[in-house]
C-alpha cells in the first residue's frame, strides 16, 4: 500500500431524498433481496465486485437506500484487501480502489481510512507523470472508467492531482464526443495518448460503457471548470 500521506477529505453531505422512478424502486428492491449477509452471492470466484457495484448504484437513488448501502459497506471492510487486489492479494488497481473509494463515500465513511487502507493516498500513489492512473506490475492493467472514477474520488478529495488525472481522462474523448476503453501504456508527449492523435493502443472505437462512466464520474466530480462542462456537453 502506498505510505503518501493522507489528504483531507471534504464532509460528507446527507443522501438526498428523491423521487424514484417505479422501474428503478423495483429493481433496486429485487437486487437488495438477493443479499446475504449484506453481501452478493459472487461465483465463481469471490471478489465482491458485485456487492460494490450494487452499492454504488443504489446510492444513486438516495436516502431510501442509504442503511442498505451503508450495510454493504461494512460487511465489505473486512474483506477489502481481497476486493482491491482482484483476489490475488498481491496488488491493487486503480478501478478497485477508485470504486472502494466510492463506496466509502457513498456510505459516509472516510475513504481515506476505509478497511485500513487509506484509498485516496493509494490513488495517489497510482499516479504516472503523464496523469495516467496504473497499477505497478509488468500486467498494465488500467482503462478509461478506472481514469474517470479516480479523477470523481481525488477531486472530492480535495487532491491537487486531480487536475493532471482529468487532463488525461480527457484525452481519451474522441472529437464525436464519445470515449473509448483503453489507452496506450506508454506515450513520450500528452498528443501520444490522445484518441485522435496518438498510438494505435485503443483506437477511435466508440465504447459505450466507458462514455457513461466517464460522463457520470465528470458529473459526480463536482468540477465546474471550463474543461470539465465541456466535455459533459460534447
Known sequence: ASTLPALSAPSVAAPATLSV????????????????????????QVTYSTSVEAAIGLSALGADYAGTVADIS???????TLYLTGGDNVETYPLTVARA????????????????????AELEGMRRPSGMLANHSVVF?????????????????????????????LLQQC?????????????ATPSDY??????????????VPATAQAILALVRSGDTSTATTQAISD
Open 21 to 44: 422512478p417505479t422501474p428503478a424502486r423495483l429493481a433496486a428492491n429485487w437486487l437488495t433481496g438477493q443479499l446475504e449477509a449484506d453481501l452478493l452471492p459472487d461465483l465463481p
Open 74 to 80: 461494512t460487511a465489505l471492510e473486512p474483506h477489502l
Open 101 to 120: 473509494a466510492h463506496l466509502a463515500r457513498s456510505a459516509g465513511a472516510d475513504p481515506a481510512d476505509f478497511g485500513g487502507w487509506d484509498l485516496i
Open 141 to 169: 492493467a488500467t482503462n478509461t472508467t478506472a481514469q474517470a472514477e479516480g479523477f470523481a474520488e481525488l477531486t472530492l478529495a480535495g487532491s491537487p492531482n486531480a487536475a493532471s488525472v482529468e487532463d488525461f481522462l
Open 175 to 187: 472529437a464525436a464526443g464519445y470515449f473509448r476503453a483503453n489507452f496506450p501504456e506508454t506515450g
Open 194 to 207: 490522445s484518441c485522435e492523435t496518438g498510438l494505435g493502443v485503443g483506437g477511435k472505437t466508440p465504447n
